[in-house]
């Protein structure tokens, strides 16, 4: 569950995102759409607790996050929720195997163990990269990587995925697979999912539309993001 209260964060003065309330019930798949500039990626780095509010509340299930401190926020996201962005991220010294269990490997909550590699072949394996766990993300191609980047988010089997647009760097067929294997995850673990994007041919595949520039309460018509 995902709930915001009299959120306000704004950008020096040329960007002022206010929402005076919006909840998500859990298994909610919402897509946040708007134009460019609209602030879709400053709102997803809000829900992640990448950026602090200046004022108002955010809840990840019952957790609020504007109490937590920047160290305990890293560890909330690896546990609480899974992120996906439009750059892979991935780290090219590290195997695809050793990438998708890093949240495991970093995180105190969590433990490593011998299951945990089992655990990550599965999902490559789910993905169509079960014979390229050996391998670095350099040899992969785009579509590849962005498999490897959604095994890592789902590798601590988050109840909550927050998506900044990751399939706009894809063909057609990549996108649906990458577009499949999301919503298939949230089905089978009634996660909830929050994806900005502005392809309108997918938007019947969520439960919810969620246009943030007419969302947005302020008046400040700016745009950054």
């Known amino acids: 569950m995902i709930r915001l209260e009299k959120l306000r964060f704004s950008y020096a003065a040329d960007f002022t ?38 004022s108002g509340k955010i809840f990840l299930d019952d957790l609020e996050l ?6 305990e926020l890293q560890d909330l996201r690896i546990v609480k929720a899974g992120l ?5 991220e991935l780290l090219d010294y590290l195997t695809v195997l050793d990438n998708v269990t890093l949240p495991l490997r970093i995180n105190p909550v969590l433990k490593y163990r011998k299951e945990s590699q089992h655990r990550a072949k599965e999902l490559l394996n789910s993905v169509g990269l079960g014979e390229k766990y050996r391998r670095y993300p ?31 760097n894809l063909d057609a067929r990549n996108r649906d697979i990458i577009l499949q294997i999301i919503f298939d ?6 996660a909830t999912l929050v994806m900005v994007t502005h392809d309108r041919e997918i938007l019947n595949s969520f ?19």
Request: aromatic fraction near 6%.
């Open 17 to 54: 995102l206010e929402i005076e309330r919006l909840e998500l019930e859990q298994g909610t798949k919402a897509a946040i759409t708007g134009s460019s500039g609209c602030g879709k990626t400053t709102f997803i780095k809000l829900l992640a607790g990448i950026l602090k509010p200046d």
């Open 66 to 71: 504007t109490t937590y401190s920047e160290s």
């Open 84 to 88: 996906v962005f439009q750059e892979f």
């Open 138 to 168: 350099n040899k992969l191609s785009q579509g590849e990587r962005q498999r490897v980047a959604i095994c890592r988010a789902l590798i601590a089997t988050p109840g909550i995925l927050l998506c900044d647009e990751p399939t706009a």
């Open 185 to 190: 995850y949230c089905e089978a673990e009634n």
């Open 207 to 225: 439960d919810r539309e969620i246009d943030l520039q007419q969302f947005n309460s302020s008046q400040t018509k700016t745009s950054y993001e």
